[in-house]
């Protein structure tokens, strides 16, 4: 199985995801962590929908100005239209193992839930720190997809969906690097904070229910899951719902970080 593209179909499901209460808690909390002021220069690297990027605008306001790279031309289609109006904001389809941004130009950057899927962790690290100038702060944000604690009366199956769902991303246990790999390119001041995603209702704002779907749809046909599989463990899902049994919860990372 090959990990998520995000191509035209996942990138919609994405943004209408992200819309939602634990996809804008998670933006609170990286807002805070960031702690962009008005005339900053922001970099949004795997900037997706742009949802980061539109509200940086209103942060930084006229004064200040927003870039966002990803390496979708679907994501950027989205994260255009939505940031339609400013004339400080520029976008870039690139890599984040190289981006297209002059050294040192930028007073913070953030790269939220896009390590996890790039293969040269170390080198997107790097090229975030030369963007930024002495001085400047980096957030960096990635789930540990093993901590996930999801509710099952068939706990070997749900072991078997989750490891087959591993396969939709590079790096399932990022966080666990990620301080060392921030010190070892240079950065200084590293922290790091977990914050948990918890939900007891299959209940579309919160993060592991919104994420269901995707899930089982990953899965079908892959890593040995086959359609009748990935089916009895969506509706079991449902079945505990019903029941008033559901319980998620995963321990999401956010990393902090001076240039
Ligand atoms: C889960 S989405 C997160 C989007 C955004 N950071 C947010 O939180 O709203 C992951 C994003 O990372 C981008 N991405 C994945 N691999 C990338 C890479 N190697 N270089 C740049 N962007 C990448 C994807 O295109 C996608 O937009």
Not at 37 to 43: I, R
Not at 130 to 151: C, E, F, I
Request: charged letters at 25%; a negative charge.
């Amino acid at each position: 199985m090959s990990q998520l593209v995000f191509d035209e179909a996942l990138s919609r499901r994405i943004e209408s995801m992200y819309a939602r209460r634990d996809f804008q808690r998670r933006r609170r909390l990286v807002h805070d962590a960031l702690a962009a002021v008005p005339g900053e220069h922001v970099l949004d690297v795997g900037c997706g929908p742009g949802f980061y990027v539109a509200e940086l605008l209103d942060r930084v306001g006229p004064q200040g100005a927003v870039v966002g790279v990803d390496s979708s031309a679907q994501m950027l289609g989205l994260a255009v239209r939505r940031c339609e109006g400013y004339d400080n904001v520029a976008f870039h389809e690139a890599p984040a193992t190289s981006l297209p941004v002059a050294d040192a130009g930028f007073d913070a950057a953030l790269s939220v839930q896009v390590l996890e899927y790039v293969g040269d962790v170390d080198t997107a690290l790097a090229e975030m720190r030369r963007a930024l100038r002495p001085g400047g702060r980096a957030v960096v944000w990635d789930v540990d997809w093993s901590t996930v604690t999801w509710h099952s009366a068939d706990p070997a199956r749900m072991g078997r969906v989750m490891r087959a769902f591993d396969a939709h991303l590079t790096h399932p246990t990022l966080p666990r690097t990620l301080a060392a790999r921030l010190r070892s390119v240079g950065f200084d001041a590293v922290t790091a904070e977990g914050h948990a995603f918890t939900a007891t209702e299959l209940d579309r704002e919160s993060y592991g229910p919104a994420l269901l779907p995707m899930i089982q749809n990953f899965v079908t046909g892959g890593g040995g899951i086959d359609d009748a599989e990935a089916t009895a463990w969506a509706t079991e899902q449902r079945e505990l719902a019903a029941r008033g049994e559901f319980f998620f919860s995963c321990v999401q990372f956010c990393f902090r970080a001076v240039r």
